[in-house]
């Protein structure tokens, strides 16, 4: 009988292949949809997700920095940015995943206790967002921009708690934190990355931080496939931007896993507060604008 871990491994493994088998079938039945539009990704999307999975393999976060750089180029519509991230991150967080659970010892129980709520909320939150208006999906990244923005900022004033010892959390602890993963899971969908509320929540309750990291990727690897499954089904995603997210994050998980390992990376946190609230910015004046007809 295969234990917990190894276990947990296999699952992540075969909804991936599941999520390659449904994307690709997906895409081929709605090929008249798409009109002739070219698929292939533009060099500019594959260098975006390289660099942005590279550095969320450190730890930063993929989903405020990418929002970010497709508003500010305008490369991605809007109501199509959270689609489009859950889409295209979802094959290089399941290579996070695999990584950091085989490396990283936490308690298993509350590893795939949070997992699991996380992809229920996904379940649930995937529905809402994906058929939101375009007004209410920029209204929703605006915010969720703000909160990204003044989560690093906490994080770069050491305002935010170092953690302790603990590898697992249990009884009233355990219950807060699989709470609280169900609700991330369900807004993740909108854009509202889990890696920095998910690491200041359990170290608010005493785990080592590195031992987040297995439960952040392992939930990401979970929430991302089936979010991802029912943005590509309702067609709200940029295909060719995801293709370039899923082409450049793989090799950049595997260099910032394998090669380089750990950077000081204050100076990329200060940069995504000023451009993480600047795209916020634009957000809530694209929602406001008078023109904004949607």
């Known amino acids: ?26 895409e081929r039945e709605g090929g008249a949809e798409r009109g002739g539009r070219p698929r292939m990704p533009r060099p500019g999307d594959v260098i975006i997700g390289f660099v942005a999975l590279f550095f969320d393999t450190l730890g930063i976060g993929a989903f405020a920095p990418t929002t970010a750089v497709y508003k500010v180029q305008r490369r991605v519509a809007d109501e199509e940015i959270p689609g489009t991230m859950n889409v295209g991150n979802a094959l290089p967080a399941v290579t996070e995943a695999m990584i950091f659970i085989s490396a990283v010892t936490v308690d298993f129980r509350t590893m795939i206790s ?5 992809a229920a909320g996904a379940v649930v939150g995937v529905r809402v967002v994906s058929r939101l208006p375009r007004r209410a999906i920029q209204l929703g990244m605006g ?12 994080k770069n004033l050491h305002w935010m708690p170092s953690g302790g010892n603990a590898l697992g959390l249990y009884g009233a602890p355990l219950v807060l934190a699989v709470g609280v993963s ?3 899971g369900a807004v993740h969908m909108l854009g509202v990355g889990f890696f920095a509320p998910c690491l200041i929540l359990l170290s608010l309750l005493g785990m080592n931080p590195l031992a987040a990291f297995p439960i952040m990727m ?13 943005f590509i089904r309702s067609r709200r995603y940029d295909i060719r931007a995801a293709l370039g997210l899923t082409l450049g994050g793989i090799p950049g ?13 204050i100076w990329l946190r200060w940069l995504v507060v000023v451009v ?9 004046r694209s929602a406001f604008s008078q023109t904004n007809t949607h």
């Not at 296999?10 to 079938?25: E, K, M």
């Not at 896993?257 to 950077?263: D, I, M, P, R, Y």
């Not at 993480?276 to 809530?284: G, H, K, P």
Request: zero cysteines; glycine letters at 6%; hydrophobic letters at 75%.
């Open 218 to 230: 392992g939930a990401t690897a979970f929430l991302l496939p089936i979010g991802g499954a029912s």
């Open 114 to 118: 949070m997992i699991l709520a996380s």
């Open 143 to 154: 915010v969720a921009l703000l909160v990204a923005a003044l989560l690093f900022l906490v």
């Open 1 to 26: 009988m295969i234990s917990g871990r190894p276990a947990l491994l296999l699952a992540i493994g075969v909804l991936s292949l599941w999520y390659v088998w449904r994307w690709v079938s997906l």
């Open 253 to 265: 998980v595997l260099v910032a896993a394998f090669v380089v390992k750990s950077l000081p990376v």
């Open 276 to 284: 993480a609230t600047y795209a916020a910015a634009l957000m809530f």
């Open 182 to 184: 169900f609700a991330l």
